[in-house]
Structures are given as structure tokens and as C-alpha cells.
């Protein structure tokens, strides 16, 4: 690298470093760095002499200092950063009018005259190519709207750059065309395939908006949903409860008809009847209430066209359907979601016929446990007062009559 062109380097990385090109998310100095390694490879691939290769060099590193100054002509200004440190480097009229030139030659819809012009073109939209493309194009698209220049939307954006890749650019250099195109094209590609997806998300989202008057509120229906959870969550822990005391019972009477029954017939055990008794009495008790509590109730499992047109039926319930015909109920359902009221009707319906459920559960579950406790106490206090007044000991102590 020649000392011209690394004393440009420093002076365009310390102008794209100022506080005057904070607000350029795209026109910076990784933008300039880019074009320059560009430069760098069209220069080795299309073989350019040293002399050309430096004038090529300084455009680049100078073509978009411009923008320091205006983004409007921002080339022209580029041309006078150039002139003045070309000039304070004591080069040529010549070199100072060729790199001139070169960055004039980045003006958009330029047609370059020479292959050096083509160089600067193609190092200047070598971006088009590489993989990253969509996210240096959103950088450009957020640049244009934090100066106020222009407001694109994201499918507008899209659209706009299929029309410059596919109509407006081109690559001009051989290197280019043999090694940058195919990039290009699968980023058209991208492109398409970027837009039909954002032309999906617009007519869902134009969907949504449509019929968003028409759906219940989020409120409303995270209300009734996590209501619902929660009554079938209630529902299944006293089904669960009920199913413990089954098993518990069912194993206590079990114990008891095969270890304890059998000892009553031995007249030194009936201390023992009363507390077995007991015992075994509640226990049944208990099983019966835990039935009880877990019995589904029969329902008729029809309704009439009166009571839908009347809204008097939750269609929700399957006990109000199971046994009407497939059509009749496609009919019923039909008439429901056409009404938001009825829908709301129906769930608070269910809500309630589930409450319903729930107490009548829970009171006898609640009895049930207190039957099941108060049987325990009690056998276990009168089997305690059998044994100290009734017990071995006691009939040991009887006396024994004589002939």
C-alpha cells in the first residue's frame, strides 16, 4: 500500500469517526471500509496497475466523506475533501482530477466510460452480493428514516430493492459479473421470498383487524378459560380425594372380615364385637359417601329447537347432546357461534352447572371424612373400654361356678 494511500485511510477514518457521522447507520466508515476491500479484490481480479490501482484507493476511501457535509450532492462534496488533501500531498493535477473522477462516477444511474469507473461502480454496490444483503439494506432503510429523508415500510422497502436489483443495477466488470452475480441472484430470491411472506403477515394482519370488534375481548376469554382450569382442577382432587378413601376402607373392611371376623366365635373375644362393629359400619358408611360424592349424574341428553332458539340450552355440556344426532347438533352449534351473547351465555352456563357439581362434592366429601374420623375415634375408644371392663384379663377373673 502506497504512503498516499494510507495517509487516506487515516484522514477518511478520522473524518467517518467525528461526531458528524453518528447519525449515518449506513453511510459510515464499516461502508467505506467495505467498498475499499472491494477495490481491493476487482483491482487483483481485473489486474490493474499500480498507478490506477492507488487512484482507485484514494476514491475509494474518499467517495463518501461528502455526507459530512449534505446528504444532497454529497459526491461533490467528496470531490472537495479530495481536492483539498490531494493538493495539501502535492499531487498532480492530473491524479487529483482522475480520483475526481472515480467517486463522480458512484452518482446514482452513471453510466461508466472506462474500466475504472466500472471498478468504482461494482466495489460501491458489492453489497448487493454477499449473504448479509437484507441486514445492510435494513441499516440503509433505518439511515434513511433517523434523517427524515424517506419513511419505507418494510414491504415497501422489499419492493424497492427487487425493482433496483432486478431493473436499475448491474455489474459492469467481468470479475463482477463472474463472481458477484450469483450472490445477486439469490438475493433477489430472498427478496421475492421476503415479500410474498410480509404479503402474508399484511393480510393477517388486515384479517385480524377486520374481525377484531367481532371477537371477545383477550380479558374475556383469559377469564373464562383460567375459570374453567381451575373448576376441573377442583373437579379432579376431590375425585382424587374420594379414591383415597375407597382404597383406604376397602382395605380396612378387608383386614378386618379376614383377621378379625373370624376370632369373634372364640367366647374370650367378645370384647371385640362392639369396636369391630363399629368400626366396620363406618368404614361402609365412608365408601358409600365416596361413592356418592364421584356418581356422575344421568342426564336426558336431548334438547329441542325451542330451547336453542330460546338460548335456554348449554350446548357446551355433552349430558345435553350425547344422544341427539350428528346433523341436529352441527344445527344447534351452528346457531351458537352466530351469536357472541349466547357464546357468553353458554360458558357461564357451564361455569355455574360446574360450581354446582363441585359442592355437592365437596359437602360430601366433607361428610365423608368427618364419618370416616369420628368411626376411628369412636371404635378405637370403645375397643379401649371393652378391653379394660370385657378383656382376657378380666374374664380370667370371673369366678368359676362349682357343680
Known amino acids: 500500500m502506497s504512503t498516499l494511500v494510507s495517509k487516506a485511510e487515516d484522514f477518511a477514518t478520522s473524518k467517518l469517526t467525528s461526531n458528524g457521522g453518528v447519525k449515518y447507520l449506513y453511510h459510515n466508515l464499516r461502508h467505506t471500509q467495505r467498498v475499499v476491500e472491494s477495490i481491493l479484490e476487482l483491482i487483483e481480479g481485473e489486474k490493474v496497475e499500480d498507478k490506477s490501482a492507488e487512484q482507485l484507493l484514494v476514491a475509494a476511501w474518499f467517495h463518501d466523506l461528502g455526507y459530512m457535509v449534505s446528504y444532497n ?4 462534496h467528496s470531490c472537495e475533501f479530495a481536492k483539498e488533501f490531494l493538493t495539501k500531498n502535492d499531487c498532480s493535477s492530473t491524479l487529483i ?3 475526481c473522477s472515480l467517486i463522480m462516477a458512484t452518482v446514482s444511474d452513471y453510466e461508466p466510460k472506462n474500466n475504472l469507473e466500472k471498478i ?3 466495489a460501491d454496490s458489492s453489497h448487493f ?3 448479509s444483503f437484507m441486514a445492510i439494506s435494513e441499516l440503509l432503510r433505518e439511515e434513511l428514516a433517523s434523517i427524515g429523508r424517506q ?3 418494510i414491504a415497501d422497502w422489499t419492493e424497492e430493492n427487487i425493482r433496483l ?16 452475480q450469483e450472490g445477486k441472484d439469490k438475493n433477489i430470491k ?4 421476503a415479500k410474498k411472506k410480509n404479503k402474508d403477515l399484511i393480510k393477517k394482519e388486515s384479517l385480524k383487524a377486520q374481525f377484531k370488534g367481532e371477537l371477545p375481548d383477550r380479558g374475556i376469554q383469559t377469564l373464562y378459560r383460567v375459570t374453567l382450569q381451575n373448576h376441573l382442577k377442583l373437579s379432579d382432587i376431590a375425585d382424587t380425594k374420594a379414591n383415597i378413601l375407597l382404597s383406604v376402607n376397602a382395605i380396612i373392611i378387608s383386614m378386618a372380615l379376614a383377621n378379625l371376623i373370624p376370632k369373634l366365635d372364640n367366647p374370650s373375644n367378645d370384647y371385640l364385637i362392639y369396636p369391630t362393629f363399629i368400626f366396620i359400619v363406618f368404614s361402609v358408611v365412608s ?6 360424592a364421584t356418581k356422575p349424574n344421568v342426564t336426558s341428553g336431548q334438547f329441542t329447537e325451542e330451547e336453542v332458539t330460546s338460548k335456554k340450552v348449554n350446548l357446551l355440556f355433552f349430558g345435553n347432546f350425547h344422544k341427539m344426532k350428528l346433523a341436529e347438533y352441527e344445527w344447534a352449534m351452528a346457531e351458537l357461534i352466530k351469536d357472541k351473547d349466547y357464546i357468553y351465555s353458554s360458558l357461564t352456563k357451564d361455569l355455574y352447572f360446574l360450581g354446582i357439581v363441585l359442592e355437592r362434592k365437596y359437602r360430601l366429601l366433607r361428610w365423608t371424612y368427618t364419618i370416616f374420623m369420628t368411626g376411628m375415634v369412636l371404635s378405637v375408644i370403645v375397643f379401649a373400654i371393652a378391653l379394660k371392663f370385657y378383656g382376657p384379663e378380666r374374664v380370667l377373673e370371673l369366678p368359676v361356678m362349682q357343680p
Open 120 to 122: 468504482m461502480r461494482d
Open 190 to 193: 430472498r427478496l421475492i421470498k
Open 151 to 153: 419513511k419505507y415500510s
Open 97 to 99: 482530477k482522475s480520483v
Open 73 to 76: 450532492d454529497h459526491e461533490e
Open 287 to 292: 365408601m358409600v359417601m365416596s361413592i356418592l
Open 129 to 131: 452480493s454477499v449473504k
Open 165 to 180: 436489483l432486478r431493473t436499475k443495477h448491474r455489474f459492469y466488470t467481468q470479475y463482477a459479473l463472474d463472481n458477484w
